[in-house]
């Protein structure tokens, strides 16, 4: 059986037995891989915090011929974000980080450029990139390396060159502009905020986008729910960690609301809505 090593983001892990644990990673050589962890499960078991999400690690393991299953043979923690992952919504937008790459990767389909996004993203969250901006960059970017992300320039509709606003719709994904949107039921705005902030993630390291158009909230939201058509619409399906994160800001809504100092919120101040 011949040993390989690579670097690689834990994604997630399935029990198999009592012991052990089949963990999905996404390799910089192999892309995605599943690979049993023998004893994994045991509270001193020798691989320590190498699974836990997006922890990055130099993993060797053991291959057979016309097998997927792989075993681990030893994993050492090259990078782990566990400080930053505490709070409850940043180790669900990590888990959303690692079903994208899972959903949107093939196993055994070598992509360098998704295992640097992932270490570009999970670095700028450590360094202060919010959690929002963080997300943002990894659907769009996701979509750009997986080549779904529509034509940006040009209209899907007419052809047309889009104007700073866009409308996106699903079958196909397509932006489209003013003028052709009447035809389309279900499709979504892409403010002009919005559509910066999308060709600004196209451009510039996680950081830059920070201090540059991720300061505009209603951008940042517009382009949230423009992406989770994108998404959705590719996939055919919502993520199980999207229904969480739902449910996560949900809860923290109605607590916000309860609490003696509600705030309220200003309306209309920024030109964005529609
Ligand atoms: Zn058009």
Redesign the pocket.
């Known amino acids: 059986m011949p040993v390989r090593q690579t670097s690689a983001y834990a994604l997630r892990t399935y029990a198999l037995s009592e012991a052990d644990q089949i963990v999905l990673f996404y390799t910089l050589d192999f892309g995605r891989l599943r690979s049993v962890a023998k004893g994994s499960r045991r509270i001193k078991s020798r691989f320590g915090s190498a699974f836990q999400t997006l922890t990055r690690s130099s993993l060797s393991f053991f291959e057979r011929e016309g097998q997927e299953l792989t075993r681990v043979s030893a994993c050492e923690v090259e990078q782990s974000y566990y400080d930053v992952l505490l709070t409850p919504e940043a180790a669900a937008t990590a888990a959303y980080f690692a079903e994208l790459v899972q959903e949107f990767t093939a196993e055994r389909d070598s992509n360098p450029a998704i295992f640097r996004l992932i270490g570009a993203v999970m670095e700028g969250v450590s360094e202060g990139v919010s959690l929002e901006v963080g997300a943002r960059y990894f659907e769009v970017w996701m979509l750009r390396l997986s080549g779904v992300l529509p034509r940006l320039s ?7 060159q ?1 104007s700073a606003e866009r409308w996106v719709v699903p079958e196909p994904l397509e932006f ?6 009447g035809g389309h039921s279900g499709s979504r705005w892409l403010s002009p905020g919005g559509t910066a902030l999308l060709s600004e993630i196209l451009r510039k390291p996680p950081m830059e986008v920070m201090h540059g158009t991720g300061q505009n909230r209603q951008a940042v939201q517009r382009l949230a729910a423009v992406n989770r058509l994108l998404i959705r619409g590719q996939l055919d399906k919502e993520l199980r960690t999207v229904r969480y994160l739902d449910r996560l800001r949900h809860a923290g809504r109605r607590r916000s609301l309860r609490g003696p100092h509600r705030v309220e919120i200003p309306h209309g101040t920024s030109g964005e809505t529609q």
């Open positions: 040009e209209c899907g509709g007419c052809g047309r889009l489209i502009c003013r003028q052709c949107r």
